[in-house]
């Protein structure tokens, strides 16, 4: 099937605004790619500090020189259930780069904070700057130059993109991503959001809650609804970074490790002395972005790669905005329901065909550039296929032709919609994004008058005090990455989708983020520009009549904004001061809009 117009309209678009940055990006990092393995280019007093306390034959063959060394960069902890798996990786890879005549070295940790634990605390206003942290980090742990490509381990929200950006700092070497999969599947994601409603309206107490959260919640591997950290590794598969059919196989099992012994033993056949050199800088290319933002659209993921793709593509020389991921939007349509888009988890996504019959689906529809370079080669027909275990060893076959549940999974000429699942708003509250593939039509166009608040909390306290009985849209400003680092918000998704259950109109609008898991209630996210920087979201009153039209990407207040002075900046030192926030002025500072992924990394220096 010949390539839909619409992605070689937007490619083309996307190439020509990068024009000479990426071309400068591209010529500055091949010409970083020796002959020989990395280290040789170091001393003998360096090399030597970098396999002192290697094993024997580890250390004689890094003093040999001749043979790969690859990198571990790691997330893990053990306080979060998606990252405790990571544990056992550094010795699978070790011991299967060494049969494969190389050497892997554990090369640095990563810090890795979990949204869940943090959602709506003080530690939430740190989460998105961790992912430029984790960039940072992971080029520090590169900065040796004693390796000759990189396995990444990480899983969750901030963690992936920041693990993407600090590998493109080191773009000549190949990269491997490896992700621990998710947990089992525990008490079913309906049943968890009605205890949910029933503690935000006081009907059930605090040991009930916590007991349906532990039973969802109950074991290792990431949380199983489709939310940021299940769409960066459908991410890392539509964009080749992944093994096939390794983002949802569950940690702790023979698949598992298989998996993770095969992405070490792949990563030493990739550096530039082996004869498939394929380093990160010709994965990662204008096209490889595009079929991840179709992968996106195609299965309704995370609200939060409107800011982390743009900022992962800027680590690359490429200039992605908002037109793209909505040109894009009006031409995929959506083939997946999970969680909170429908009632399966990831779970029952992969076994129902998963991430290997949508590839399948959007590449036979012209909907995925096929002529890209891949861990795995050219195109992606090996990413329609599917791992398995036969008499112990690891082998691929054709993943499913046809869906094993259409509730959850569809092929493309009966999609759930003809469209994907996240729009652009304009207006003149600035530019926001939304994501519909949860909401249903009936309250995708919400006419109703603002109520501003200042602070999430401040929204919770109306609430219980029987305020917000009525039709409304709750104006939530000075969250923005200036403001107080952009948290997320989800801690107001019960309580408004109770209030949507009453039958009251209610939408969300704020310059700060929702969750991956956004559901019900239309939320207008992300309005640029924020209220410290001057955005009209900052001038909305109570009473002030607010639009939000999603099928025709409106957003809108009906007053005359322009005219009025700026409203005064609230006292923001509450959220700068305690859980570390003290250490985050500067970034708070440096961060850019959330159109160009809220980042504080790109400051052009001459």
């Known amino acids: 099937m010949p390539l839909h117009p619409v992605l070689q309209e937007v490619t083309d678009r996307i190439i020509a605004r990068g024009g000479d940055r990426r071309a400068r990006w591209l010529e500055e990092t091949r010409a970083r790619a020796g002959t020989k393995v990395e280290r040789s280019q170091l001393s003998c007093t360096n090399l030597a500090h970098g396999f002192a306390a290697m094993p024997d034959r580890a250390k004689l063959m890094l003093k040999v020189q001749e043979q790969p060394n690859v990198a571990i960069v790691s997330a893990y902890n053990d306080m979060l259930s998606a990252h405790q798996p990571l544990a056992e990786f550094p010795a699978w890879i070790k011991e299967a780069a060494l049969a494969a005549g190389a050497t892997a070295q554990f090369a640095g940790g990563v810090p890795a904070m979990c949204d869940g634990v943090t959602q709506g605390q003080a530690g939430m206003e740190l ?15 590169l900065s040796h130059q004693m390796f000759d490509a990189g396995v990444y381990l990480g899983v969750c929200d901030k963690i992936v993109p920041g693990l993407v950006i600090g590998a493109l700092s080191f773009g000549h070497l190949p990269a491997v991503f490896i992700p621990a999969g998710p947990m089992t599947t525990g008490v079913g994601n309906d049943e968890k959001a009605r205890i949910r409603q029933l503690y935000a309206e006081g009907k ?22 489709y939310g940021t950290a299940n769409s960066n590794q459908m991410l890392m598969e539509f964009m080749g970074l992944h093994l096939p059919g390794t983002s949802f196989v569950n940690p702790h099992t023979p698949m598992r490790e298989a998996l993770t012994r095969e992405a ?31 992968g996106l659209m195609a299965t309704g993921g995370s609200t939060n790669h409107t800011l982390h793709l743009v900022a992962m593509a800027r680590a690359a020389g490429i200039v992605l905005n908002w037109d793209d991921f909505h040109a894009l939007s009006e031409v995929v349509p959506l083939l ?12 029952g996504f992969h076994a129902a065909g998963g991430l290997q019959f949508v590839i399948r689906q959007l590449r036979m529809g012209g909907l995925l550039h096929d002529d890209v370079t891949t861990i795995m080669g050219k195109g992606l027909e090996a990413y329609c296929r599917e791992p398995y275990l036969q008499d112990g060893r690891l082998a691929w076959r054709d993943g499913a032709e046809v869906p094993g549940d259409e509730t959850i999974v569809r092929p493309l000429d009966r999609p759930f919609s003809p469209n994907g699942g996240l729009r652009v708003l304009e207006g003149n509250l600035g530019r926001s994004i939304i994501k519909i593939s949860a909401v249903a039509p009936e309250h995708q166009v919400v006419e109703a008058p603002a109520i501003v608040f200042d602070d999430q909390d401040e929204v919770l306290a109306a609430f219980q005090r029987g305020e917000l009985e009525r039709d409304f849209v709750a104006v939530v400003r000075w969250q923005g990455p200036a403001a107080n680092g952009m948290p997320e918000l989800h ?15 209610v939408a969300l609008v704020t310059d700060g983020r929702m969750s991956g898991a956004s559901g019900k209630v239309p939320a207008a996210i992300h309005v640029t520009p924020e209220a410290l920087k001057g955005g009209a979201i900052g001038r909305v009153r109570t009473g002030d009549r607010v639009r939000l039209d999603a099928g025709r990407g409106v957003l809108e207040v009906l007053a005359d904004l322009a005219a009025r002075p700026a409203q005064a900046v609230p006292d923001l ?15 708070r500072r440096a961060a850019s809009a959330a159109e160009e992924g809220a980042c504080t990394l790109f400051v052009d220096e001459d």
């Not at 989460?127 to 742990?141: G, K, N, W």
């Not at 329901?337 to 988890?345: F, I, L, M």
């Not at 801690?491 to 109109?505: A, D, E, I, N």
């Not at 030192?573 to 970034?587: A, E, I, K, N, S």
Request: hydrophobic share 40%; proline share 5%; aromatic share 8%.
């Open 127 to 141: 989460s998105l700057f961790s992912r430029d942290v984790i960039a940072m980090a992971t080029a520090v742990a």
């Open 204 to 225: 059930v107490g605090r040991a009930q809650l916590l007991e349906a959260e532990s039973l969802a919640y109950h074991g290792p591997g990431t949380c199983t609804f």
């Open 264 to 294: 070490a033993r792949h990563a030493v056949s990739l550096w530039h002395g082996g004869g498939r050199y394929t380093p990160l800088c010709d994965v990662l290319d204008e096209k490889a972005f595009v079929n991840g933002i179709v």
């Open 336 to 347: 997946a329901r999970v969680y909170p888009n429908g009632k399966a988890d990831v779970n």
């Open 491 to 505: 801690k107001l998704t019960p309580t408004l989708s109770v209030l949507q259950g009453r039958g009251f109109q």
């Open 573 to 587: 030192r509450p959220h700068r001061r305690g859980v570390g926030r003290d250490l985050f002025g500067h970034m």
